[in-house]
């Protein structure tokens, strides 16, 4: 089926420990985005990728890197994990207008 | 930080009641958006509204654009267990070239039979 998939769909990492989130689209969109939703927080934009070979920060960049590896592939990079960052990520994409989202990747950092 | 006020945070229903739920902001948004998200699911998009004044409808689901480009509402007419869910606003800041969304912090629908 089209759409966006995420990889993995747990994770629980050590502090300290670094891991990379990937996240592909097939529908050949420009633009790609990474969110962290927290209770009660909705979603919070943490980079955004506009077209492919671009990224930009967002609302909450801090402690976290992407790469947009290709049109299809843009991933999330955590490189020394801290319990702040114990979320659900969710990796999606748009032509313009609405996002379509993956099903998110749930991780606990402890 | 975020700028969207979206209420109630909560609701509980019965099934066959309607509901209705909207966001507020003190900007002006070009774009409003509606989601849902159910459990271990990526949100979902529901209805798109791009002029003020819009109203626009997906079955059971009707939401409005204000007049103001301030806020959104959307209703959900004769609820159904399947409704269950996180159902968030989203707006597209005026003036942003190009295009961040803010997001509601959402409002949860419990429907009983």
């Known amino acids: 089926n089209a759409g966006v998939t995420q990889t993995p769909k747990f994770q629980v990492l050590k502090t300290g420990q670094s891991m990379t989130l990937q996240c592909a689209q097939d529908?050949?969109?420009?633009?790609m985005y990474w969110y962290r939703q927290d209770p009660g927080m909705g979603l919070r934009l943490i980079y955004y990728?506009?077209?492919?070979?671009?990224?930009d920060k967002g609302e909450v960049p801090n402690g976290y890197n992407v790469s947009r590896l290709n049109k299809r592939e843009f991933s999330l990079r955590l490189e020394s994990a801290a319990p702040s960052q114990t979320s659900v990520y969710f990796c999606?994409?748009?032509?313009?207008?609405?996002?379509?989202f993956g099903s998110g990747t749930r991780l606990t950092v402890v | 930080g975020q700028q969207l006020n979206q209420s109630p945070q909560s609701m509980f229903i019965q099934e066959g009641e309607d509901v209705s739920m909207n966001c507020t902001s003190s900007?002006?948004?070009?774009?409003w958006l509606w989601y849902k998200q159910e459990p271990g699911e990526g949100p979902v998009l529901l209805i798109a509204?791009?002029?003020?004044?819009e109203l626009t409808s997906n079955g059971r689901l009707t939401a409005q654009f204000g007049i103001t480009r301030k806020d959104s509402f959307l209703n959900i007419s004769a609820s159904i267990p399947s409704d269950v869910g996180i159902y968030f606003c989203?707006?597209?800041?005026?003036?942003?070239?190009?295009?961040?969304?803010?997001f509601g912090a959402g409002t949860q629908v419990v429907v009983t039979p």
């Open positions: 529908m050949n969109h420009n633009s």
């Open positions: 989203a707006g597209e800041l005026q003036g942003d070239s190009w295009g961040k969304l803010q």
């Open positions: 999606a994409s748009s032509q313009q207008g609405g996002r379509t």
């Open positions: 990728s506009a077209s492919e070979g671009t990224t």
């Open positions: 509204l791009y002029k003020a004044g």
């Open positions: 900007s002006i948004f070009n774009t």
